[in-house]
């Protein structure tokens, strides 16, 4: 939930679409 919440907050000036597609990457 951490990881989440930094990578939120760096990605916050890019789209939510952005942060998903992100996150989606990270995601085993």
Do not use: A
């Not at 939930?1 to 995601?27: A, Q, S």
């Amino acid at each position: 939930e951490i990881g989440l919440k930094i990578r939120e907050d760096c990605f916050e000036p890019v789209t939510k679409e952005g942060v998903r597609k992100f996150l989606m990457l990270d995601l085993p």
